[in-house]
């Protein structure tokens, strides 16, 4: 497929809306309380009788330092003794997922975000890897996806020694924006030295993908500034990068509060480093996968949507969305067949239900026939742009036109915007439409009527 996009102002100005980001559908703005770890462990039981692969999510909590524009749950410390005590609950959190999972459901993909991963000790690192091995089925073949987030101030090419022995093999670096002043300004400093050197480190030790984090929208940012930011960055050659938009959200987001709002862009200026950043990535060959996420033509993201393979979970874009997701640790997020769960984000909650033996989860849903049918519909238009009705029709036992009658108006409208071309046989998203996939994956929302959009950060 062409991943060819086109910048349209007008059309950006009458569809750039707040919506979800749709690693989920139904979104964790759904989730409810009525879901309990019975629930998690009967969905676990199917899984391992179905012998379905696994993708595992492990949260680690802690960062040194606080960056004033996050919205991930964490803990702020100096104190690295602290992970001692989550570790042993996380290690019995392990043991009892564990307990329904079978030797031969093969983890594909495993990630570590948080907070800072790196936050760990190198043998803490070591001995919760060894954990993972002897309590699941990980690859050793160096062929799964086995990812870590990394702050570059915390790494060196020791800890890329480590990580890569023990089985890593893809990393991403958190990075934002390389210029002193706007660093000071979210309390992030970080020189592009850092950053060089631990790219350095993991090309040497044959890291299968290196990806690195830009947010545009941070306070003193301005187009030319975040312009050179961005050249910089292609200099370096990662295999992918994210351009996310910061969404200032003072209200939900305690740490945004040390952000002065007056010194953050204008809606103007946003635009137009996002649009800059968008010529100067597809001009050094970078093609756009979607929902701010760029790739080499060479990495697995960019052959995976060639091939009609992309997917997307609760770690955004993957070639492995039809794992069974599991997420360990304080706030993480499991995707078991039909079931959507979430662990407590109260650290001392998480660590008191762990430690009595029972489960942390909270919160979360199972799906409908409605659901995964919509589900599908927006991971199509998400990941390839386009949307065959028969697929669905064949597989759901609808017909298009009529199960979404509600929805026509407004795709005719699009139609007629040249956001997408619509057809008795599908539909797909013009060159113009494609920055606002979230808007026409949006239309197929059953939930957003009743949703706060204020809940949601801009499309861009």
């Known amino acids: ?14 569809y750039d809306q707040a919506g979800p980001r749709y690693t989920s559908y139904p979104t964790a703005v759904q989730f409810h309380d009525g879901i309990s770890p019975t629930d998690l462990t009967r969905a676990l039981a199917i899984s391992q009788s179905g012998k379905r692969d696994l993708s595992l999510y492990v949260h680690i909590p802690f960062c040194a330092n606080i960056c004033y524009y996050c919205a991930c749950n964490k803990v702020i410390t100096k104190d690295r003794s602290r992970s001692t005590a989550y570790l042993e609950s ?64 915390e790494a060196d090419w020791a800890t890329m020694g480590l990580l890569r022995e023990i089985g890593f093999n893809r990393v991403s670096f958190g990075v934002q924006d390389i210029d002193p002043e706007v660093q000071r300004a979210v309390n992030r400093l970080q020189s592009l030295e850092q950053t060089s050197q ?45 351009v996310f938009n910061y969404a200032h959200l003072p209200e939900r987001f305690l740490p945004q509060r040390r952000i002065n709002s007056e010194d953050l862009p204008s ?11 968008i010529k100067q990535l597809t001009d050094a060959g970078y093609r756009y996968i979607g929902m701010d996420h760029f790739a080499l033509p060479d990495d697995s993201l960019s052959i995976a949507q060639e091939t009609g393979e992309l997917q997307r979970n609760f770690q955004g874009y993957t070639t492995h969305g039809r794992c069974d997701l599991i997420g360990l640790g304080v706030s993480s997020i499991s ?43 927006i991971a199509q238009l998400i990941c390839h742009f386009r949307l065959e009705f028969a697929d669905i029709e064949r597989a759901c036992h609808i017909r298009f036109r009529d199960y979404f009658a509600e929805c026509w108006p407004v795709l005719q409208q699009m139609h007629r915007d040249g956001l997408i071309n619509l057809t008795d046989q599908g539909i797909d998203i013009l060159p113009a439409g494609r920055l606002l996939v979230r808007s026409v994956c949006m239309v197929f929302d059953a939930y957003l009527a009743v949703d706060n959009q204020q809940r949601y950060s801009r499309i861009i």
């Open 90 to 153: 996380l290690y019995r959190e392990i043991d009892l997922i564990s307990a329904h999972a079978g030797r031969d459901q093969v983890v594909e993909q495993l990630h570590f975000g948080g907070g800072t991963p790196t936050f760990l000790s190198h043998q803490e690192l070591r001995d919760l890897l060894t954990k993972l091995r002897a309590s699941f089925n990980l690859r050793d073949d160096d062929l799964g996806d086995y990812s870590i987030e990394i702050d570059p101030r």
């Open 1 to 14: 497929m062409s991943n060819a996009i086109c910048w349209d102002a007008e059309l950006i100005r009458r």
């Open 198 to 242: 631990v790219m350095e480190a993991a090309r040497a030790l044959a890291y299968r993908s290196i990806n690195i984090d830009l947010i545009y929208g941070l306070p003193k940012q301005h187009p030319e500034s975040f312009a050179r930011t961005v050249d910089a960055i292609i200099e370096l050659k990662p295999d992918r990068l994210s």
């Open 335 to 377: 995707q078991v067949g039909d079931l959507f769960c979430q662990n407590t984000a109260d650290i001392k909650q998480y660590q008191d239900r762990i430690d009595s033996g029972e489960l942390a989860t909270c919160r979360g849903l199972v799906s409908n026939d409605d659901d995964r049918l919509r589900r599908a519909v």
């Open 267 to 277: 809606p103007a200026d946003k635009l137009r480093m996002f649009e800059q950043s």
